[in-house]
């Protein structure tokens, strides 16, 4: 059985496909690549068939990260098929929230930084786009911080599925 997991922000070209490169990097390093299953998407689709901002890909392969990227728009229907959808801001969030079809739907939302033990109440991931790469850097170390905490969260919901 595939556990799928999809990172959501704005327009899917900056925070969700730096979340969902990192996050694949780990679910591989952990062996679990033919297990899980990783994607992301934006809540608009202003730059749908795009790639991702050139600043995202730049800090992803900077640090070994794969940068190839085509975003696209959330769509509702897909719920069905996703164990987990993660938000990348409460703005994300309730708008996720909104989309879900069912309640057990809504329920498969959560932000990213709330996997990361020293985010502490700020569970956002600020949107790097109008900035400079400081900002890109700072969105690739939040990432990274909560990705662990999500592996392991993935890894005990996979195995409290099987057993």
């Not at 993660?86 to 498969?108: E, M, S």
């Amino acid at each position: 059985m595939t556990y799928r997991v999809c990172f959501v922000c704005t327009g899917n070209i900056c925070r969700s496909p730096m979340a969902e490169s990192v996050f694949r990097a780990r679910v591989a390093e952990d062996g679990l690549d033919g297990s899980v299953e990783v994607d992301s998407a934006g809540t608009g689709g202003w730059h749908e068939g795009d790639g991702a901002d050139p600043r995202t890909v730049s800090v992803l392969e900077a640090h070994g990260y794969d940068g190839d990227h085509t975003a696209r728009q959330f769509q509702p229907s897909w719920f069905s098929r996703l164990d987990l959808v993660i938000a990348l801001d409460h703005g994300h969030l309730k708008a996720l929230r909104r989309l879900a079809p069912t309640p057990q739907d809504a329920a498969k939302v959560r932000l990213l930084r709330s996997y990361d033990p020293s985010a502490g109440d700020d569970l956002d991931v600020p949107d790097p786009y109008y900035g400079g790469m400081d900002g890109f850097e700072e969105c690739l170390e939040m990432v990274e911080a909560a990705s662990e905490g999500l592996l392991t969260a993935v890894r005990e919901d996979m195995e409290g599925r099987v057993a």
